[in-house]
């Protein structure tokens, strides 16, 4: 798969997930721009890494998700945005009835309604270059519930619904736009939550991935950052062109219980 030419835009990519579909896109050709809400001297040095090892240019720009100017901004100062991933996400837990509001408020920004504004000001961009795809990162957690999740939960279901309508929006162009849904993700994120769940659980490393965190995933391994990043790169190929508006779960089966 060739997406040589292409200028790709992966919203929260200096690291996890983000940070993986960026590197597949870059070894599949397409020049990436990198973002997250800081701006260090490594986050420049990320995209550097990635532009001396793909061969492609790839850039960093500081953007906060959270507010819908810089959401916009994002796509403008990227100057082409043929490729948009919708990654950028954070969590929080705790029952509804105690659900802090400005956990609430961020939650919706920045993991759904950031996507609104990318998505606005991206298509213009595609349909002038006659070609684009976005691609949501939803959640197995955009398909089914589980307790204590309530502003996740709703922002992942929210982001499969917003995929649906762009989908159907662009449905006679060039353009598709679909959600992957990724169950557990070994991100760095996930392996700093083994030794405390370790501790509390008074078991091995083996034993708590195994029985506690994916408990709910069937094929009881984690998923990659590549498998979501090829999984991106499957959804920009020419075999995909006719999949818009809908999910693809990452998930070892999670969905299927
Ligand atoms: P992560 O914390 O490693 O990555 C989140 C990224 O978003 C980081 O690059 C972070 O800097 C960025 N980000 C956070 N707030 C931001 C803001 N205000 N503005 C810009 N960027 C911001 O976590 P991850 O596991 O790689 O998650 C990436 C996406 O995948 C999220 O949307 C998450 O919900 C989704 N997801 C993760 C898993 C998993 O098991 N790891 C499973 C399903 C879905």
Same mark, same amino acid.
């Given at each position: 798969?060739?997406?040589?030419?292409?200028?790709?835009?992966?919203?929260?990519?200096?690291?996890?997930?983000?940070?993986?579909?960026?590197?597949?896109?870059?070894?599949?050709?397409?020049?990436?721009?990198?973002?997250?809400?800081?701006?260090?001297?490594?986050? =420049?040095? $990320?995209?550097?890494?990635?532009?001396?090892?793909?061969? *492609?240019? %790839?850039?960093?720009?500081?953007?906060?998700? /959270? #507010?819908?100017?810089?959401?916009?901004?994002?796509?403008?100062?990227?100057?082409?945005?043929?490729?948009?991933?919708?990654?950028?996400?954070?969590?929080?837990?705790?029952?509804?009835?105690?659900?802090?509001?400005?956990?609430?408020?961020?939650?919706?920004?920045?993991?759904?309604?950031?996507?609104?504004?990318?998505?606005?000001?991206?298509?213009?961009?595609?349909?002038?270059?006659?070609?684009?795809?976005?691609?949501?990162?939803?959640?197995? =957690?955009? $398909?089914?519930?589980?307790?204590?999740?309530?502003?996740? *939960?709703? %922002?992942?279901?929210?982001?499969?619904?917003? /995929? #649906?309508?762009?989908?159907?929006?662009?449905?006679?162009?060039?353009?598709?736009?679909?959600?992957?849904?990724?169950?557990?993700?070994?991100?760095?994120?996930?392996?700093?939550?083994?030794?405390?769940?370790?501790?509390?659980?008074?078991?091995?490393?083996?034993?708590?991935?195994?029985?506690?965190?994916?408990?709910?995933?069937?094929?009881?391994?984690?998923?990659?950052?590549?498998?979501?990043?090829?999984?991106?790169?499957?959804?920009?190929?020419?075999?995909?062109?006719?999949?818009?508006?809908?999910?693809?779960?990452?998930?070892?089966?999670?969905?299927?219980?």
């Amino acid at each position: 798969m060739s997406l040589v030419g292409k200028t790709a835009v992966i919203t929260g990519s200096n690291s996890g997930i983000g940070l993986g579909i960026a590197t597949e896109l870059a070894r599949a050709g397409a020049n990436v721009v990198l973002n997250s809400f800081t701006d260090r001297q490594e986050d =420049h040095d $990320l995209a550097e890494e990635i532009e001396r090892e793909y061969e *492609i240019l %790839a850039r960093y720009i500081k953007a906060d998700m /959270s #507010k819908p100017d810089e959401c916009r901004a994002l796509i403008v100062q990227a100057g082409a945005c043929d490729i948009l991933v919708n990654n950028a996400g954070i969590q929080h837990v705790a029952p509804v009835d105690t659900f802090p509001t400005g956990k609430w408020d961020a939650i919706i920004a920045i993991n759904l309604s950031s996507a609104f504004h990318t998505t606005a000001a991206a298509l213009p961009m595609m349909r002038d270059a006659g070609w684009g795809r976005v691609v949501n990162i939803a959640s197995a =957690h955009g $398909l089914t519930a589980s307790p204590y999740k309530s502003a996740y *939960i709703a %922002a992942k279901h929210g982001i499969v619904g917003l /995929s #649906k309508t762009v989908a159907l929006e662009t449905a006679e162009e060039p353009i598709t736009c679909n959600a992957i849904c990724p169950g557990y993700v070994l991100t760095p994120l996930v392996e700093a939550q083994i030794p405390d769940q370790m501790k509390t659980h008074g078991m091995d490393r083996e034993t708590v991935v195994r029985e506690v965190m994916l408990a709910r995933q069937p094929s009881k391994q984690f998923a990659t950052v590549e498998q979501i990043g090829g999984t991106t790169v499957f959804l920009c190929s020419d075999a995909a062109a006719q999949i818009t508006g809908t999910t693809i779960s990452v998930d070892g089966g999670w969905t299927a219980l």
